[in-house]
């Protein structure tokens, strides 16, 4: 039986991309580069019994850990429901398919709400999603993402408006829909000023705009 609460694993502090606003960014070599142990993490998932488990980074991202798939693999076989938020971009879709066959879909139990789900941090279409989260390949990402909606698995692909993409929300809800993607805009109040240059427009803004909050649609 479960706790109840989620547990969120920092699985890596590796990551190809190169965020302005990331800590990895800003405090460059200020961090060791390591990942965490697999044996601690299923000990601490034994232990704790969470809801769900939640992969994603705030110095890395989880894809890029050297034994995700053995994790995903166990915590399916354990029947422990996991989402895992990460960029998507540098490996291959072979790579892909072997994650996505590492374990199953969740969506149809009977209790109605266990699901494993990918999140994907993609801020543009492949003109722009390069000017925020500098180093990204898109197509690699969205790839990733048509094949997980393929394979049948829950896919989100999570959007933070900025000024440079704000105009093709439009476009990429068609994009999305078109590809059996579940797009979520992800309203983000961290803006240095009124006058940081990334800020959108105030309609992609949550309320309280200049303390951190953000907020999803």
């Known amino acids: 039986m479960n706790t109840g609460i989620s547990l969120h694993?920092?699985?890596s502090k590796r990551c190809i991309l190169e965020c302005p606003k990331c800590p990895r960014t800003i405090y460059r070599g200020r961090y060791k580069i390591d990942d965490l142990n697999i044996d601690h993490a299923k000990e601490l998932v034994l232990k704790i019994r969470p809801r769900k488990v939640i992969m994603s980074g705030n110095l890395g991202d989880p894809l890029y850990h050297p034994n995700l798939i053995e994790?995903?693999?166990?915590?399916?076989?354990?029947?422990?429901?996991?989402a895992i938020h990460t960029n998507g971009s540098g490996k291959k879709l072979s790579w892909w398919e072997e994650f996505y066959d590492s374990y199953k879909e969740y969506n149809k139990k009977p209790d109605?709400?266990?699901y494993n789900e990918m999140w994907f941090g993609v801020d543009g279409l492949k003109d722009t999603a390069h000017k925020y989260r500098v180093g990204i390949n898109w197509q690699q990402s969205f790839d990733a993402m048509?094949?997980?909606?393929?394979?049948?698995?829950?896919?989100?692909?999570q959007w933070i408006?900025?000024?440079?993409?704000?105009?093709?929300?439009?476009?990429?809800?068609k994009l999305a829909k078109d590809?059996?993607?579940?797009?979520?805009?992800?309203?983000?109040?961290?803006?240095?000023?009124?006058?940081?240059p990334l800020r959108p427009s105030a309609k992609w803004l949550p309320e309280e705009a200049h303390d951190g909050n953000t907020k999803e649609i």
């Open 9 to 11: 694993l920092e699985m």
């Open 71 to 82: 994790f995903t693999k166990w915590l399916d076989n354990i029947n422990h429901t996991f």
């Open 112 to 114: 109605g709400n266990k």
């Open 146 to 157: 048509c094949l997980g909606v393929k394979k049948g698995k829950q896919v989100n692909w």
């Open 161 to 173: 408006p900025f000024s440079f993409n704000e105009h093709q929300i439009d476009e990429a809800r």
């Open 179 to 196: 590809n059996g993607i579940n797009l979520v805009l992800r309203l983000s109040g961290r803006w240095n000023s009124k006058d940081d």
